[in-house]
Each structure stands twice: as C-alpha cells, then as structure tokens.
C-alpha cells in the first residue's frame, strides 16, 4: 500500500474527527499559550493560562511588571525567561497596534521571518502562531509529528524546515487542512502512538511499519 501524508491525514481525521484548534478564546490567548507551552506540556501552560487570564489583552498585558508576570505564569517552568519573550513579543506586536486583522494580511514568509526575529520565539512557535492566529497554512513540526512518521517508516529529512517542506511539497493543503493536520497528530500521539505505543486499535496500523525509537 502506498503510504502519503494525504493518506495518514484522512486516515487520523476519519478516527478522531474534527479538532477545531487552537483550544483558546482569542487569538492573543492562542499567541501566548504558544510561548507558555515551550518546552512544557499542555497542562501546564494551561495553569500559567489561568492565572494570566485577568491579563490576557496587550494593553493589560503590557502594564504588569516583568516580574509580577513571570510570578504568574511559574507553573509553564522557565518562567523568567518566559515572561522576557512574552515582553519581546508585547513588543512586535505594538507595532501593528495589536492589530491582527493587519498582521494577516502580510505575506507568509515574511511574517515568519518577523517572528522568527522575536526573542525566544523558534519555528514551532512562530508555525504553529502562522497557523492558528495568522490563518497562514503552514505543516507544524514537533515531536510528535517526527515520532509518528518516524514510526509508520518515513526518513524524513532532520532539520525543520526541510521536514515541513516535504509534507507541504506533497499535500495540496488549505489553511484547514494544515490547522486539524497538525491537532490531529498531537491527538494521536497521545492516544495511541504515545512513548511506548498501543498499536492496537490505531487508525494507522496497517499502513505502519512500527519503527520503534
Ligand atoms: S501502529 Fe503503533 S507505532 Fe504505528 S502509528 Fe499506530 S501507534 Fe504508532
């Protein structure tokens, strides 16, 4: 059987249905989550969430003290430096007047490059904000994605944008796509294709070759 990202995408959409991320009430939340969930997991960066969330506007934002701030959102870890690059990205953002209307309108790349020159803020984060506060289509890459292809047989190329650049060269894929394409794999690996899989009962059994790490 011929393996495709077309085909693992339908296959996991099929299974676990629609994900409609990103799982936040504004784009600005959606944008702050994204620095408060580095190198944590998603439960945490949600307790840091709602402690923040009184806060959770740029001009409120913009008035707590770095310190005050950082004291909030110690549950995300790195705490300090994580309220350093939320300033840094405070920042940038005023200078579109925290207008995200405007901000959609520029041009993929060079959005990406904007936020890629953000303090603290890599490609995953810069992505996966393109994607769900941009309405940029864009193929997220973590760990997850990497451990999940790796898996069903895939030698994807190592660096980041090389890996994305094979999954979008190969996928005719609309911003709606890529949006439940990147939730669906979070998805995934954490119900079946987790450290130590379940392969039994995964949407994608027949087609995977079951590398193991
Ligand atoms: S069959 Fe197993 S290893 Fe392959 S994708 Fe499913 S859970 Fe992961």
């Known amino acids: 059987m011929e393996i495709s990202y077309q085909r693992i ?19 600005f939340e959606m944008m702050i989550g994204a620095i408060l969930v580095q190198n944590t997991s998603w439960h945490n960066a949600e307790k840091a969430l709602a402690n923040i969330k ?4 740029p001009e409120l934002m913009e008035k707590l003290a770095t310190g ?3 004291e909030m959102i110690r549950p995300s870890g ?16 005023k200078t579109y007047h925290c207008d995200i209307g405007v901000i959609k309108q520029i041009d993929r790349q060079r ?3 904007e936020l890629l020159n953000i303090n603290g803020v890599g490609r995953e ?9 941009f309405d940029k289509p864009i193929f997220v890459v973590d760990n997850y ?3 999940i292809f790796y898996r069903i047989g895939f030698n994807m190329p190592k660096t980041y944008d090389a890996f994305r650049n094979e999954v979008e060269g190969t996928m005719a894929g609309d911003l709606e796509l890529f949006n439940e394409f990147h939730a669906l794999l979070v998805e995934h690996a954490k119900s079946h294709c987790k450290k130590t899989p379940i392969c039994e009962g995964c949407p994608l059994l027949e087609m995977c070759h079951q590398r193991l790490d």
């Not at 790195?78 to 953002?93: C, D, G, Q």
């Open 111 to 113: 959005l990406r490059n």
């Open 68 to 70: 005050e701030m950082a």
């Open 78 to 93: 790195f705490f300090n430096v994580k309220a350093k690059r939320i300033n840094a990205f405070l920042k940038w953002f």
């Open 9 to 27: 995408y339908s296959r996991l959409f099929k299974y676990y249905g629609p994900q409609k991320w990103w799982p936040a009430d504004t784009s």
């Open 145 to 147: 994605a990497r451990r």
């Open 125 to 133: 984060t810069a992505d996966v904000m393109l994607l769900y506060a």
């Open 54 to 57: 009184p806060y959770l506007a």
